[in-house]
């Protein structure tokens, strides 16, 4: 009953901005962390930046300076600002929450099904 829906992928060109968007929905009690991932053809899903409860963040070492992650908790819902997008960001952009549903103890990693950020020269 737990859904992740990202917003905001595109195509864009080299040194403009995109900002994505997930909202999770559905029998939630409690969102530990969220965040995003990235993953290119032919290489490994890597962290593009995190967020927990408590607010901290984390950001790969790629995208420092550039992104920015925030979110909003009263739509249970995590941004993701990209400016200066650079080639090497085209990726498929997946948007990951920990949460502990209604009614268990579990806390389960869920996955949205992907936005597809492409940037062009």
């Known amino acids: 009953q737990v859904q992740l829906v990202e917003s905001g992928g595109g195509l864009v060109q080299a040194g403009e901005s995109l900002r994505l968007s997930c909202a999770a929905s559905g029998s939630i009690f409690s969102i530990g962390a969220m965040g995003w991932y990235r993953q290119a053809p032919g290489k490994q899903r890597e962290l593009v930046a995190s967020i927990t409860s408590g607010g901290n963040t984390n950001y790969g070492d790629s995208v420092k300076g550039r992104f920015t992650i925030s979110r909003d908790i009263s739509k249970n819902t995590v941004y993701l600002q990209m400016n200066s997008l650079k080639p090497e960001d085209t990726a498929v952009y997946f948007c990951?929450?920990?949460?502990?549903?209604?009614?268990?103890?579990?806390?389960?990693?869920?996955w949205g099904q992907g936005t597809q950020v492409t940037v062009s020269p």
């Open positions: 990951n929450a920990v949460i502990r549903r209604a009614a268990t103890y579990r806390y389960s990693d869920y």
